[in-house]
């Protein structure tokens, strides 16, 4: 009795074509930026090794001008009013007070697509005259002197020459 191999022939293809049914396609959809949650997801697709996920932040590094401002372009626009924080950079350095910054956004067609830094720091106080003479008279000079050099002080001045790093994100209501 002879035996003859059975005819394997079409095996390979079927093996191939079946694993190959079991690969889920290539993905043609923009990757979903990162949510406030993790989910696994549902669609079964791969994605390609070179794909790129929205950017969800503006990076930016800056001086101060003499009048304490600075324009910043975000890297990229925000659709909705991206949550800012600004940081002193190099302040401790220069021996000065740290600033304290506020920002007003940029709009650029419906898009908030920039900002203007402005940064204050706090004054020292004048210096004060002493008095002499006799009491009611040193007191009166003392009195005048004092008031003298605070009429019209203002407590802050721009913080000109400040660095500062700023970091622009999307914020959850808007993801």
Do not use: W
């Not at 694993?19 to 406030?36: D, H, I, L, R, Y």
């Not at 940081?87 to 000065?96: E, F, I, M, Y």
Request: glycine share 10%; hydrophobic share 45%; net charge neutral.
């Amino acid at each position: 009795m002879s035996y003859f191999p059975p005819d394997l022939s079409g095996v390979a293809q079927t093996a191939a074509a079946a694993a190959q049914a079991a690969v889920p396609p290539f993905s043609n959809v923009q990757p979903k930026a990162e949510g406030g949650s993790p989910a696994l997801g549902a669609v079964q697709m791969i994605p390609y090794a070179d794909h790129i996920h929205p950017r969800l932040t503006a990076t930016a590094k800056g001086t101060l001008d003499a009048s304490g401002n600075a324009t910043v372009t975000f890297t990229q626009a925000f659709d909705a009013e991206p949550g800012v924080t600004v940081t002193s950079v190099d302040v401790k350095a220069g021996g000065k007070p740290v600033p304290r910054f506020d920002i007003t956004f940029t709009l650029t067609a419906g898009k908030y697509t920039g900002c203007t830094v402005y940064g204050e720091r706090q004054r020292p106080l004048p210096t004060l005259a002493q008095a002499s003479g006799g009491l009611l008279g040193a007191l009166v000079t003392s009195v005048n002197a004092v008031l003298a050099p605070l009429s019209g002080f203002l407590p802050t001045e721009p913080a000109a020459g400040a660095g500062f790093s700023l970091i622009a994100v999307k914020t959850s209501a808007a993801a």
